[in-house]
């Protein structure tokens, strides 16, 4: 009998290490003392333990709290009321205006965990070809257009690369550029360059106990109603970024109501960079007049559907007037002098309703209205002693200015016109230098109005002498 031989011993089996805790060592194996953690600041050892009264640790992730919401951390342009809920009435105040009746108290998905979606190619890094083909990588989507290419901005002299300041320009076909496409780069206007640099300098100060408070840098608002299109901004300016201070102007855009009876008001404030209690001002003012706007959008709406414009310049003087004397009063409790806290208001009402159009602005103090039709702007609230007429005639226009300096503007809009509301740091340097008006023309001159970035750039157009804060509110007409 043969007896097999015997097979040799099977290795151990190693130790398969999937989700759990690394194995240990094998059995009999000489043992490795780790190496002492070494902290960032270069450290080994274990922290002592704090000796008795020291404080804990502290610990930058406390457990999670009840969530906060967005409106308490973060500033809004647009103040929110709950239904009845109307502003106070200052000390000493009579009844309403006629538009500012009191409420009626009655009354994407993510993937799964693990996912890898495919990448979508960019256009931007994934055209670049293979350094070895040969072939001309193509141009990005932000890039501009070069000279001698239809389209290209006149270049200045000497092949600089500069544009010409406040010369028009046209595109391919002899048409004029796009609203919504590129804006040519253009550092300033004019042949001085301005005092401050363009960008933001400083931020403001800030108090832990008052976040709310923040006022962010730059406003941008925009829609598209009916046959008409909004675009609104408001500019911290260069010489506010500059000293480290806020941004003063306030721009409060709303829409109140529902198809054709629905009201859009675009209401600006602008004021003196050296008043204390300025900003403050501006904002109570906007709110509260849009807060009674809203709550008489319906016999708004109606009478500026019907024309009653007699009816509409008394009822909202007496709001515009009720608004200021609120300001006087709180000036008064705060024991600031009134020219300290107040502003310059511009409140524009636009109906939704397209067979409607009339647009009403009304308002008081620094700022303008103006109004780009055929390639030329008209001032509609002509200054005193500038000659100007009111731009009324044809269109049927109503204008009026009050002793108490309240304006009052009822316009007719006619096809692919451009209505300009702004505060003083942008009307006075529209009225006072012709190279601004021009450059502005000779861009919202085209087919399609501009986009948010397009306008902003717009708006933020250099000149040496004008540094205060810029708020517009433009609406193009289909």
Not at 144 to 150: I, L, R, T, Y
Request: glycine share 14%; hydrophobic share 35%.
């Amino acid at each position: 009998m043969t007896v097999p031989p015997a097979l040799p011993e099977a290795p151990p089996e190693l130790p398969v290490w999937r989700w759990g805790a690394p194995p240990g060592p094998p059995p009999g194996s000489p043992t490795r003392e780790a190496p002492p953690e070494r902290t960032p600041d270069g450290d080994t050892g274990t922290p002592p333990r704090p000796g008795p009264g020291a404080e804990p640790d502290f610990n930058p992730w406390p457990a999670p709290g009840p969530a906060v919401p967005p409106s308490a951390v973060e500033p809004t342009s647009r103040p929110r009321q709950s239904p009845g809920q109307g502003p106070g009435q200052g000390p000493g105040q009579g009844p309403g205006p006629a538009y500012a009746a009191d409420p009626d108290p009655g009354s994407d998905p993510g993937s799964a965990p693990g996912a890898r979606p495919g990448r979508e190619p960019s256009p931007r890094f994934d055209s670049v070809p293979d350094p070895g083909s040969g072939a001309e990588p193509s141009a990005p989507w932000d890039a501009a257009p070069g000279a001698g290419q239809a389209g290209a901005r006149p270049q200045g002299p000497a092949g600089s690369g500069a544009p010409v300041a406040g010369e028009p320009w046209s595109g391919a076909g002899g048409e004029a550029a796009v609203w919504g496409g590129e804006r040519p780069v253009v550092e300033f206007l004019g042949d001085r360059a301005p005092t401050y640099a363009a960008e933001p300098g400083a931020l403001p100060l800030a108090d832990p106990a008052a976040l709310e408070e923040l006022v962010p840098d730059t406003v941008l608002e925009g829609a598209r109603h009916g046959a008409y299109t909004l675009r609104a901004t408001s500019v911290r300016g260069d010489s506010a970024r500059f000293r480290g201070e806020a941004r003063r102007d306030f721009l409060l855009t709303a829409r109140f109501g529902t198809g054709d009876d629905a009201l859009v008001v675009v209401a600006l404030a602008g004021c003196d960079r050296a008043a204390p209690g300025a900003a403050e001002a501006a904002a109570e003012l906007c709110r509260w007049i849009a807060s009674a706007v809203g709550r008489s959008r319906e016999r708004l709406a109606d009478d500026i559907r019907a024309g009653r414009r007699d009816a509409l310049r008394s009822g909202l003087q007496r709001l515009t007037d009720r608004g200021y004397g609120r300001l006087r009063a709180h000036a008064a409790e705060l024991g600031l002098p009134e020219d300290s806290y107040t502003a310059g208001l511009r409140v524009l009402l636009l109906p939704i309703d397209p067979e409607c159009k009339t647009r009403i602005s009304f308002g008081a103090g620094a700022g303008g209205l103006f109004r780009l039709r055929g390639g030329a702007w008209e001032d509609l609230e002509p200054q005193p002693g500038s000659g100007s007429g009111s731009g009324s005639g044809s269109d049927a226009d109503s204008a009026e200015t009050a002793a108490d300096g309240f304006r009052f503007r009822a316009a007719v809009a006619r096809p692919r016109d451009t209505l300009l509301l702004c505060s003083g740091g942008l009307a006075d340097p529209m009225r006072e230098e012709g190279l601004l008006s021009a450059e502005l023309a000779a861009r919202w001159t085209g087919a399609e109005p501009p986009g948010l970035a397009a306008f902003l750039a717009d708006t933020q157009l250099r000149l040496k002498g004008y540094a205060d804060d810029r708020t517009a509110a433009a609406v193009w007409e289909a």
